[in-house]
């Protein structure tokens, strides 16, 4: 006992040490030289892939040979029309005809896949015009066509069949659409001369039909991409109709004219575009932080913000620099895309000290501060924890709260790199992804209340009210798993001293009627105040919930060391002081005369024997209620029992059933008779 007091005084001044020591916080240097970032293959190719979209559709109509996969591809579709048009010459059924189809579309599979990591996978843009397995278009037909001719007939397609569906919303009666198909039908013989002439006598007729205004200034576009320039007045002057506000026309369509006749003129002057960008409200954060995201209004929005990294950033005015700053804070995966498309074109400015472009460099800063979060925490992570999540000096047992949800949160997935983090968070804390096989390991390893990316959102957030340095509780685990291996110790000289108690002969038949030590009671012992799971709970909303759950598994018990050990093995303390505060509690009552376990085993013992004294009592009385009833009735035993013989004999010895039968009543007769005489006296 007096080994244990000794290591508790010990760990109790080594406790007060770093409490010291937890109290200086290091200072965090921010500015210039900005780090520089790494982008997984991951990232490096699918935001490549993002931009040969803009790029697409800035270079659209632009004449050129067809590719070799181009070819391949025309030569693919002839193959599966011929051989789906002697399947229905053989006269196959539908069904058979359908798995033929499928079977053509069937590609082998490339053994350069990337994969892709949970956020960015969902960033799926396309080009505005789509002719790839375009199930609407005629693959044999665009295949005898020039690409750049393919191109324009696909976009009036998919116009037209939008206009069929809507032509109340578009203004549009039969005979315009009428007409509209006709031109479209000249486009693809590559009459352009033809179609044009059409569209002219619609404008006529027609000068306020928006449709109307964008194929003609498409075509006009088309024909000016072609050689002919003087057509590139009459196209911009109809995409401006086009994109005109006004009735008859939804939000989404707007958008659309909009959108592609920026990238139209983007062809001639990426600069000069912005202007129009401005007005037509094209760049806007907010629109890509509603419940659409970066898929709002068909991601016009995503897109234009994607073609601003077309624009050299000294074109840009405050309100293009502000858009760019919103969306790194602001979006999932904005900071991630700042650091591949925005800040290759700005940072040499902000470097220098350039006016315009200083409003950077508070995110720069920011940025900075997540990387230091990041990388001090994977640094402690990596150098003092085992892969199961524990530190390499870790004892048997958990312990703490905070050292089961670190071991739950490593075990859920590997460390992601700090890109990855990017991805998945929004830089000022406030959003994540929420989905992804991360999110459900996270809840299958026990910690259900948690969103994965939300953690690391905290973790490495510069916003002050949002920021949580023990979200991932890394150097803090790290710092008490020294005490916490003396605390086994104490635990185990616990255990010794009170087997100098329970080694006796008393111990066994006590343990019954012991009163069980209870947690609380032990902790208001030391503390001197009111003490339960409530007021014990931990402030931090992060460790709560499991506080309440592992520290409430805590029942009492009849040794003071199997609670210490039913606590840690759970990990439920919140934290050394709560330790030292059970231990202090049973230091205090183990050896005292009224409370103490020599003295709850006495009591136990006693009670014990009077137990047992009660027991005897009760089986000597009833021998004595079994000695008195012979007594009192022995003459009916006596005639009773010969009785019971003669009725035996005269069964067994009897000729037939009949005879035995009338030997017993009578018998019984008599008995009763002579019983009843008996009885009266």
Not at 616 to 627: C, F, R, V
Request: charged share 25%; aromatic share 10%.
């Amino acid at each position: 006992m007096k080994k244990f007091i000794q290591t508790l005084n010990v760990i109790k001044s080594e406790l007060s040490q770093e409490s010291k020591s937890a109290a200086m916080k290091p200072q965090i240097n921010l500015g210039p030289p900005f780090p520089t970032y790494t982008l997984s293959k991951t990232h490096q190719h699918k935001i490549a892939q993002l931009l040969s979209v803009i790029d697409a559709d800035i270079e659209r109509f632009t004449p050129r040979a067809r590719s070799e996969q181009e070819s391949e591809e025309a030569t693919r579709q002839q193959q599966k029309k011929q051989m789906l048009d002697n399947a229905k010459k053989e006269g196959l059924s539908e069904q058979e005809i359908e798995k033929l189809e499928s079977l053509a579309e069937q590609k082998p599979a490339s053994s350069s896949a990337i994969e892709i990591d949970s956020f960015i996978r969902t960033l799926e843009i396309s080009t505005e015009i789509n002719i790839k397995n375009n199930p609407h278009l005629d693959a044999v037909k665009l295949s005898r066509m020039a690409p750049h001719l393919a191109e324009l007939y696909a976009l009036i397609d998919e116009e037209m069949r939008y206009l069929k569906n809507n032509m109340s919303i578009m203004s549009s009666s039969a005979a315009i659409v009428q007409k509209l198909d006709k031109a479209h039908a000249f486009i693809g013989a590559n009459r352009m001369g033809d179609a044009l002439n059409i569209l002219h006598r619609l404008k006529k007729d027609a000068p306020n039909n928006r449709a109307v205004s964008f194929i003609t200034s498409q075509t006009a576009y088309f024909m000016s991409r072609s050689g002919m320039t003087q057509h590139l007045s009459e196209a911009r002057e109809e995409g401006k109709k086009a994109c005109l506000l006004g009735d008859g026309i939804d939000e989404g369509r707007l958008h659309k004219y909009r959108y592609n006749f920026i990238m139209s003129e983007a062809h001639y002057s990426t600069e000069k575009v912005l202007p129009k960008m401005r007005e037509f409200y094209l760049l806007s954060p907010e629109s890509l932080m509603g419940k659409d995201g970066y898929n709002a209004h068909n991601a016009y929005h995503f897109k234009s913000l994607l073609f601003l990294t077309k624009v050299p950033a000294t074109e840009w005015t405050s309100y293009e620099r502000q858009t760019v700053i919103e969306f790194a804070y602001n979006n999932i995966g904005g900071a991630l895309l700042y650091i591949a498309l925005f800040r290759p074109l700005i940072l040499d400015h902000v470097i220098d000290g350039k006016k315009d472009f200083e409003v950077f460099a508070k995110l720069e800063e920011d940025l900075q501060y997540a990387f230091i979060q990041y990388s001090n925490c994977v640094n402690v992570l990596q150098e003092n924890f085992t892969s199961e999540g524990r530190t390499i000096n870790a004892g048997k047992y958990f312990w703490t709260v905070r050292s089961r949800y670190l071991q739950n949160f490593l075990n859920a997935a590997s460390l992601p790199h700090f890109d990855t983090v990017l991805s998945n968070i929004s830089l000022n804390g406030r959003r994540m992804y929420q989905e992804g096989p991360t999110v459900q390991s996270l809840k299958d390893n026990g910690l259900s209340e948690e969103i994965y990316w939300n953690i690391w959102a905290r973790k490495v957030t510069p916003v002050a009210d949002l920021h949580r340095e023990d979200a991932i509780p890394d150097a803090i685990v790290l710092k008490e798993s020294n005490l916490l291996s003396k605390y086994e110790d104490a635990l185990a000289e616990l255990q010794q001293a009170e087997k100098e108690l329970t080694e006796t002969p008393k111990w066994e038949p006590s343990q019954p009627f012991i009163i069980k030590f209870d947690y609380s009671k032990l902790i208001e012992q030391a503390t001197g105040k009111a003490s339960s799971i409530n007021t014990r709970s931990p402030s931090s909303n992060i460790f709560k919930p499991y506080y309440q759950l592992w520290n409430g598994l805590t029942e009492p018990e009849i040794l003071p060391s199997d609670l210490v050990l039913r606590t840690a093995r759970n990990g439920g303390f919140d934290n050394l002081d709560e330790i030292q505060d059970l231990f202090d509690g049973i230091a205090m009552v183990l050896e005292d005369d009224l409370q103490g376990m020599k003295a709850r085993i006495d009591s136990a013992y006693q009670k014990y024997l009077r137990h047992k004294a009660e027991e005897e009592g009760s089986s000597s009385l009833e021998m004595l209620n079994l000695q008195d009833h012979f007594k009192e009735y022995w003459w009916l035993y006596l005639a009773v029992v010969p009785l019971a013989f003669i009725v035996f004999a005269m069964v067994v010895f009897s000729q037939d059933y009949m005879t035995a039968l009338k030997s017993v009543g009578i018998l019984a007769a008599g008995g009763l008779f002579i019983s009843l005489i008996l009885l009266k006296k």
